[in-house]
Each structure stands twice: as C-alpha cells, then as structure tokens.
C-alpha cells in the first residue's frame, strides 16, 4: 500500500497555489496551524478592555517572526476569575514569549518565555 503514496516536497507558495496530480485536476494544499490556549489568573476588578496579551514567536525576543495581541474581551470564559485566551496560527519550531499587560496598577511582565516550540501544548 504505500508504494501507491506519492510524496510531493513544496514550498508553502506551491502549496497554496495547489498541485497537478494524474487525474488531472487540479487539488488544493490546506495548512492548518497550531492554536494555544493560556489560562492565567487575573484581577477581576481590571476591565478587559485595559487587558493586552501579547504572544510573541521568533528565535529571538527582539526579532519577532509571529505576534499575536489580544484583549481581555476575548476571555474564551466570562464571569470567572481566570482569562482563557486562543492564539491562533502558531508557527513551529520557534520559541514563544507572553507579554501581559494586565492594565490598572500592574506593570507589564513576561508570563513566559523562550519557550520552545516542542514544549508548547496545542489545540
């Protein structure tokens, strides 16, 4: 059975563009990238709209190659006191850093960081 399997090596731009295959038509590549989803506890007092979350992906901190923002209003769970966030469209084999800026009084501090790509659990 698998020497019926054709391997096809493309670039992503190949892959969009799609492949030729001996039917004759022609097939569309779907990528799909990984989600993170990160609970951390906050002051519920602080509005969500002061809340930013920032996930950052790159080899280094100062040169991202991913970003992501969000804001407290997109808690996957309102009402408790935790935020649920997704990030979405992660690149592998980056290390990732999370910016959080919880608004009101508190200072802007790393959640984590330079965490590898192979310790980071998707959805």
């Known amino acids: 059975m698998a020497d019926d399997v054709e391997t096809h090596e493309l670039t992503l731009e190949q892959a969009r563009a799609g492949i030729e295959l001996q039917t004759g038509k022609r097939h569309r590549i779907v990528i799909r990238r990984p989600q993170l989803v990160v609970r951390l506890?906050?002051?519920?007092s602080t509005?969500?709209?002061?809340q930013r979350?920032?996930?950052i992906g790159?080899?280094?901190v100062a040169a991202?190659?991913?970003?992501?923002?969000?804001?407290g209003e997109g808690d996957l769970i309102k009402g408790d006191e935790y935020m649920d966030l997704k990030f979405t469209k992660l690149i592998p084999d980056?290390?990732?850093?999370?910016?959080?800026?919880?608004?009101?009084?508190?200072?802007k501090h790393?959640?984590?960081?330079a965490v590898p790509w192979a310790d980071i659990k998707t959805d």
Do not use: C, H, N
């Open 94 to 107: 980056l290390k990732y850093w999370l910016e959080v800026d919880s608004g009101g009084r508190g200072a």
């Open 58 to 60: 790159g080899r280094d």
């Open 110 to 113: 790393m959640a984590f960081e």
């Open 47 to 50: 509005p969500p709209s002061e």
């Open 53 to 55: 979350f920032k996930l």
């Open 64 to 71: 991202p190659e991913y970003t992501q923002t969000l804001t």
């Open 41 to 44: 506890l906050i002051d519920p």
